[in-house]
């Protein structure tokens, strides 16, 4: 599976939209980025995944470079209850889930 | 409730002993994944089963071992427990087809306090 880079850390206003950006300069072409987010000590919830096309859904949106090296997760309208450690993975569809380090998201009011 | 459910929720132990960690999956889920949580780790893939059968192993040390049912609930057997296993344990399920798959569904984890 290939490796992923996120920023450790990043503020949000509430209200804003946060974006979360993700480097993966290594994906294979049937590799897909995933995003999940964990709460204090919760279990990791789904955001959201693509393969090429930019994909949106109830909680976010996910847009993938044309080359596929980076992506950014946009959370339109950020509140308090999003603040969380943000982890974007990539892997095989069908394969396990590695999760980095990901990026603690702290949205203030 | 996201449809994981993982028993017990606390598990407070001394060093040396055996523990279980149960988990059953989402309704139609064919495939269970355990990983390790603990603070300076992070999420640590531990191994996954599919059907009844072992799929994947990560970092699963040989003192622990797991396996999954054929009413696919999965057990995580921890034993000669030490104080570095204190940790969260989290069960994730999946419909995992060879044709596509999605997200995981994670349960809210059993925290393991080793003593």
């Known amino acids: 599976d290939a490796k992923t880079t996120q920023p450790p850390s990043m503020d949000c206003a509430e209200g804003r939209a946060a974006n979360l950006p993700c480097n993966h300069s290594?994906?294979?072409?049937?590799?897909?980025v995933y995003w999940y987010r964990q709460i204090h000590s919760q279990g990791p919830q789904y955001i959201i995944h693509?393969?090429?096309n930019n994909e949106t859904n109830e909680m976010a949106s996910l847009i993938i470079t044309e080359d596929r090296k980076s992506s950014t997760l946009i959370l339109p309208h950020a509140t308090l209850r999003d603040t969380a450690v943000y982890y974007c993975?990539?892997?095989?569809?069908?394969?396990?889930?590695?999760f980095g380090q990901g990026t603690t998201l702290q949205v203030k009011p | 409730d996201s449809g994981v459910t993982q028993t017990p929720k606390h598990l407070i132990t001394a060093t040396g002993q055996r523990v279980t960690l149960r988990c059953s999956p989402r309704?139609?889920?064919?495939?269970v994944y355990w990983y390790q949580q603990s603070l300076d780790q992070g999420l640590q893939f531990l191994i996954q089963y599919y059907n009844g059968e072992e799929r994947a192993k990560g970092n699963i040390l040989e003192r622990f071992s797991a396996q999954q049912f054929p009413d696919l609930h999965s057990e995580l057997n921890l034993s000669s427990l030490e104080l570095g296993d204190s940790a969260l344990y989290f069960c994730?399920?999946?419909?995992?087809?060879?044709?596509?798959?999605?997200?995981?569904?994670f349960g809210s984890g059993t925290r393991l306090t080793v003593v």
């Open positions: 993975i990539v892997r095989v569809n069908t394969g396990k889930l590695i």
């Open positions: 309704s139609g889920d064919l495939s």
């Open positions: 290594t994906i294979s072409g049937n590799e897909y």
């Open positions: 693509g393969l090429k």
């Open positions: 994730a399920s999946s419909v995992q087809s060879r044709t596509g798959g999605g997200g995981y569904t």
